[in-house]
């Protein structure tokens, strides 16, 4: 067969056997793992934290079916959220189990703009299953005041306010990686714009612990707390999981950040080591918002 009819059968081909992945998960050292190796080793684990990008289309794709998938493996699944602050529980609960309709769960709720497309679908898998869903985020009202006043400005709460926070007074590990890259992205301690950095971080803390604080109390007796996040939350086994491991030390703990490369050819050094499993998208991924 001539050379050039070889070529021109091969770039005929190239095409058809050319792969375009969705996505490809690695683990913290960088080598590809399948899908059925991430189910494995979070069917393990007491609490899986699941750190997505919020816009992200295909991340909370996975994320149902991480959760479909846990729950065919154990059907004592809780699902966390810290897309749902912590005083609507009761609300969550009744549309949950029935007792009110969707339109007023929507109506009063706090729901983020992008919850019908990104979140709706986990909350009503959750409700056809008869899961528990735990609003683990502090009311926003309160992280805004933390941003403004500091975290003794909690101490003035009242003790139904309290409720639904961590436990005060809250420790803050400052030095954390993670707190302090957020301290020089703010500026410093002082800040800029009139907004303390050390009061944002603080603020920061507040929600990472109360978090921390309702998948602790919430855990299944036997089975496993699937909890999602922004991945800033659990990156770098700080945040949630920080404050889960200084409450529980042995709690069984797995990781997952996504983030957006240009290419899914090999994980990018800058995000190996981020989590037990880093979720590579492409960048160019459908974004919800």
Not at 2 to 13: D, E, F, K, M, R
Not at 135 to 147: E, G, M
Not at 272 to 289: L, N
């Amino acid at each position: 067969m001539p050379v050039t009819w070889l070529l021109s059968i091969l770039l005929i081909l190239e095409p058809i056997v050319l792969d375009k992945p969705a996505y490809r998960i690695f683990d913290k050292s960088g080598t590809v793992v399948p899908y059925d190796t991430l189910m494995q080793s979070l069917g393990e684990a007491e609490v899986v934290l699941f750190g997505e990008l919020h816009n992200n289309a295909l991340a909370h794709w996975l994320e149902l079916q991480v959760a479909q998938d846990l729950y065919t493996r154990d059907s004592s699944l809780v699902l966390g959220m810290e897309m749902l602050e912590a005083d609507n529980q009761l609300l969550l609960d009744e549309y949950l189990n029935g007792i009110i309709k969707e339109r007023h769960f929507k109506q009063e709720a706090k729901l983020w703009d992008n919850y019908p497309t990104d979140y709706q679908p986990l909350v009503e898998f959750a409700r056809t299953h008869q899961l528990p869903v735990i609003a683990t985020n502090v009311p926003r009202r309160y992280a805004s005041l933390v941003s403004r006043e500091g975290m003794t400005a909690l101490d003035s709460l009242s003790p139904s306010a309290k409720q639904w926070i961590a436990p005060l007074p809250i420790e803050v590990d400052i030095e954390l990686p993670g707190y302090q890259n957020m301290l020089n992205m703010m500026g410093g301690a002082q800040g800029h714009g009139g907004m303390s950095g050390e009061n944002m971080v603080m603020a920061q803390a507040t929600k990472d612990a109360t978090m921390a604080y309702f998948i602790q109390q919430n855990l299944p007796e036997n089975g496993t707390s699937l909890h999602i996040s922004g991945s800033y939350h659990s990156d770098n086994f700080e945040g949630i999981y920080w404050y889960l491991k200084q409450a529980l030390p042995d709690l069984s703990i797995k990781t997952i950040s996504c983030v957006e490369q240009a290419s899914l050819d090999s994980l990018g050094t800058e995000t190996k080591g981020v989590a037990d499993f880093i979720i590579a998208i492409p960048s160019d991924m459908t974004k919800t918002y």
